[in-house]
């Protein structure tokens, strides 16, 4: 089970950093990444890494804005988020699979995703 949290409404140019938290004894075995909806939109990949978060993977769109990171002994993942942009705003779910991918399919667990809100 994922759960996100950490979101919310921001200003242009602020920080978030959201996080998730995983439950089960698999966490550290797996990748894991987050994707984002906008409304009105396709689900789109902004981020990932893998089991020993020696892999990490971004879209161009938030490369230089965005790091995530985890911590395996306290099986959470985090992205902290910087230099937002109103076209940013979208709901952000952590996702966790075997691969470290930008394929939504690629990722068979699912949390329920956090707000973030980007005002100009």
């Known amino acids: 089970q994922l759960q996100a949290s950490g979101g919310g409404p921001v200003q242009a140019g602020g920080s978030l950093r959201p996080s998730c938290a995983a439950s089960g004894r698999t966490f550290s075995s797996l990748a894991m990444g987050w994707f984002r909806q906008a409304p009105g939109k396709e689900r789109e990949f902004v981020a990932a890494i893998s089991w020993n978060g020696g892999g990490k993977y971004y879209a161009d769109s938030v490369k230089e804005r965005f790091a995530i990171s985890r911590d395996n002994a306290e099986k959470t993942v985090y992205l902290q988020m910087n230099s937002l942009k109103p076209e940013d705003t979208a709901v952000y779910y952590c996702?966790?699979?075997?691969?470290?991918?930008?394929?939504?399919?690629?990722?068979?667990?699912w949390g329920q995703g956090t707000q973030v809100t980007v005002s100009s």
């Open positions: 996702v966790a699979g075997w691969a470290v991918r930008s394929d939504p399919s690629s990722y068979a667990y």
